[in-house]
């Protein structure tokens, strides 16, 4: 059963910091990876989606890198923003079972002025 | 752009109600789904749909029915209320599974008294 894991579960940091976000799933059978942001009281948006055999997405200040034999991605989030703070949340398609995504929990990002 | 449309946004039921949670997607997409989103417990799904005419059962389907008679409208149907369904639920879908983005409603908050 694949298992996403995302730590640290928050993280405060001054504006302007580069920061990397992390997230570990079991089972490196995948179709691909999203990274999602949400707002508090809203719904989650898409932010990047990795397909197996990349390696890595960018779009504007946000990269995310998949290794998937390690079973590892990371989203990394460049000159950081006060607008950058929300919830983090990454989830995975598994070859077995494609037609759920499983999801972390989501790392909750602080971004101080 | 309406995107994934969710109603209503908050309701609060009594122990043994029912009710219906609507979705509505304007994309034309074929792949939708139902999550609820619990504080420790992450996003679960409830049930999914291919397209119109087919549903299957998520991660945790129990006291959730759902149908897709349309390829625009997905609705969750809680069959007899219970405090364990108070929970935010979210409605999503993409235009396929393997490797699609997944767009999301807004959410509704439930809550079973």
């Known amino acids: 059963k694949q298992e996403v894991t995302q730590i640290p579960a928050a993280l405060s940091v001054p504006e302007g910091e580069n920061l990397v976000l992390n997230c570990s799933f079991t089972?490196?059978?995948?179709?691909?990876l999203q990274w999602f942001r949400q707002d508090p009281g809203k719904g989650l948006t898409s932010l990047l989606l990795i397909q197996s055999s990349q390696r890595e997405q960018t779009s504007g200040r946000l990269n995310a890198s998949l290794d998937k034999s390690s079973g590892r991605s990371t989203l990394y989030i460049a000159a950081s923003q006060p607008g950058d703070s929300a919830t983090y949340l990454c989830a995975v398609r598994s070859i077995q079972g494609a037609q759920k995504l499983v999801f972390g929990q989501g790392t909750r990002l602080t971004i101080n002025p | 752009n309406a995107g994934v449309t969710q109603t209503p946004k908050f309701q609060v039921l009594k122990t043994g109600q029912s009710m219906t949670l609507q979705c509505a997607q304007d994309m034309n997409h074929e792949y939708m789904s139902w999550y609820r989103q619990d504080p420790g417990m992450g996003l679960r799904l409830i049930h999914y749909s291919v397209g119109a005419g087919i549903t299957d059962q998520g991660e945790v389907p129990n006291g959730y029915n759902v149908s897709r008679s349309t390829t625009e409208d997905f609705p969750l149907r809680l069959l007899s209320a219970a405090p364990s369904q108070t929970s935010v639920y979210f409605c999503?879908?993409?235009?396929?599974?393997?490797?699609?983005?997944?767009?999301f409603g807004s959410g509704t908050q439930l809550s079973v008294l």
């Open positions: 999503a879908s993409s235009y396929g599974t393997a490797n699609e983005k997944l767009f």
């Open positions: 089972d490196s059978a995948i179709y691909n």
